[in-house]
């Protein structure tokens, strides 16, 4: 289910070039307007399609997975923190999606490089990075006792 | 300088008449070629089956009315205002460039048709208008080439690296700006002069002759591309994108300027 573009609305601003995780969207030579290099390659991320300013950019399926006749389309207000899907399905139903961006507020997160480096002990430990702090459970984690193993077998 | 119309003094050269021969020949290449690229895209066709589907799938049909007020609209804020544009450079840069080219053009047009010969002393208005206009479209014409061309801002390519989608932006670049260097040769009677001008006359050929092959016929594709947006977003189609959330808009943009290297 690779992406296209819409060359007619296409400005050949490069967002998409710049977001695709896979490297495949490319400024064309003759037109200068964005194009899927390897359609094969694409992931079908969505991240070109939202990024895309002008919405020039959309994924179709592959005939024998999605008919033709299928629509999704994905417009991200970046201004709004909204993202909203509109769906088409073939024999004519329509579903609409509005979610939020994000549901905790801008700049409350931190980022990785906010964090100090790890020390040398801890990467003998078993704990993943920011662990147990960042899985919010109380008590510790959890884990099983020898007792709680069903006897006998192991 | 400023005040000189160096297609009078041509007169002594050439006929007077040759130079209007030229202009009207450079507009029936750029007819000609445009009638050309749409026929060989297919673009008229694309375009009026694009239309066709938009109204027939659109669930609030426009009237005469709006879609006389949707042409005005598209015509001030896409076409003269460059609404289109995202990024306020590019914006910026394309106008700069737009309306440089149409005063160039419109002060080429006066001065060849109107004032042909030093008998007929040109207004200095005009000839200021032309260098208006030329020093317009170099400004954002060489600003475009050198830091906004999203092969060198966003891809890191060398500026110097050339490509077949370059060919508009330098041949407009090369007529105006060696059109710019004869019209000062020629007001100091300089000797490199008539090298110049035979230069200015290769540059605009190019320019207008390569239409079919260049994104010189942009210029009547994305006025057209704009109203059919904003008609299928006002017949309910959109082109099958959601409508805009019913939110108000609080949070500022996190999106940076592309840069993939």
């Known amino acids: 289910m690779p992406t296209f573009v819409y060359m007619t609305r296409c400005d050949g601003c490069g967002h998409c070039v710049d977001i695709c995780p896979s490297d495949i969207m490319h400024i064309d030579k003759v037109t200068r307007r964005a194009y899927n290099i390897e359609p094969n390659m694409c992931w079908e991320c969505y991240s070109c399609v939202k990024a895309c300013p002008q919405h020039a950019i959309d994924v179709r399926g592959y005939a024998d997975f999605a008919p033709l006749g299928h629509s999704v389309r994905v417009l991200r207000e970046e201004a709004k923190a909204t993202i909203s899907w509109k769906l088409k399905f073939r024999d004519g139903r329509e579903k609409n999606f509005e979610s939020p961006i994000r549901t905790t507020s801008w700049g409350s997160i931190k980022g990785p490089a906010e964090y100090a480096a790890p020390r040398p002990e801890d990467f003998k430990n078993q704990d993943l990075a920011h662990e147990p702090q960042a899985l919010n459970i109380s008590g510790g984690l959890p884990a099983l006792r020898p007792d709680q193993l069903k006897q006998g077998v192991v | 300088m400023f005040a000189n119309n160096p297609f009078a003094a041509l007169s002594g050269v050439l006929p007077a008449n040759a130079m209007q021969i030229y202009l009207v020949l450079m507009v029936l290449a750029v007819f000609a070629g445009t009638l050309?690229?749409?026929?060989?895209?297919?673009?008229?066709?694309?375009?009026?089956?694009?239309?066709?589907?938009?109204?027939?799938?659109?669930?609030?049909?426009?009237?005469?009315?709006?879609?006389?007020?949707?042409?005005?609209?598209?015509?001030?804020?896409?076409?003269?205002?460059?609404?289109?544009?995202?990024?306020?450079?590019?914006?910026?840069?394309?106008?700069?460039?737009?309306?440089?080219?149409?005063?160039?053009?419109?002060?080429?047009?006066?001065?060849?048709?109107?004032?042909?010969?030093?008998?007929?002393?040109?207004?200095?208005?005009?000839?200021?208008?032309?260098?208006?206009?030329?020093?317009?479209?170099?400004?954002?014409?060489?600003?475009?080439?050198?830091?906004?061309?999203?092969?060198?801002?966003?891809?890191?390519?060398?500026?110097?690296?050339?490509?077949?989608?370059?060919?508009?932006?330098?041949?407009?670049?090369?007529?105006?700006?060696?059109?710019?260097?004869?019209?000062?040769?020629?007001?100091?009677?300089?000797?490199?002069?008539?090298?110049?001008?035979?230069?200015?006359?290769?540059?605009?050929?190019?320019?207008?002759?390569?239409?079919?092959?260049?994104?010189?016929?942009?210029?009547?594709?994305?006025?057209?591309?704009?109203?059919?947006?904003?008609?299928?977003?006002?017949?309910?189609?959109?082109?099958?994108?959601?409508?805009?959330?019913?939110?108000?808009?609080?949070?500022?943009s996190a999106r940076q300027q592309p840069r993939h290297y």
């Open chain 2, 36 to 252: 050309y690229d749409v026929m060989h895209k297919g673009s008229a066709q694309y375009f009026f089956e694009n239309w066709r589907k938009s109204k027939n799938n659109g669930a609030s049909p426009v009237s005469g009315g709006e879609m006389v007020a949707l042409a005005v609209k598209t015509g001030v804020v896409d076409v003269l205002a460059s609404g289109e544009f995202c990024n306020p450079r590019r914006r910026a840069a394309h106008l700069l460039t737009m309306y440089g080219f149409v005063i160039y053009v419109a002060a080429t047009a006066v001065m060849v048709f109107g004032y042909p010969t030093p008998a007929t002393p040109t207004p200095r208005i005009v000839p200021l208008l032309w260098w208006i206009g030329g020093l317009m479209i170099c400004l954002g014409g060489y600003w475009f080439w050198f830091f906004i061309r999203v092969d060198v801002a966003a891809e890191g390519k060398s500026p110097l690296r050339l490509m077949r989608a370059d060919l508009f932006v330098l041949s407009l670049l090369g007529s105006v700006t060696l059109g710019l260097i004869w019209a000062t040769l020629q007001s100091r009677s300089s000797a490199g002069a008539t090298v110049l001008f035979g230069l200015y006359i290769m540059a605009t050929t190019v320019l207008f002759g390569s239409v079919a092959w260049s994104k010189f016929a942009h210029m009547f594709f994305k006025p057209a591309a704009a109203f059919e947006k904003r008609v299928s977003d006002a017949n309910g189609t959109r082109s099958n994108l959601p409508g805009p959330a019913d939110k108000p808009e609080l949070y500022g």
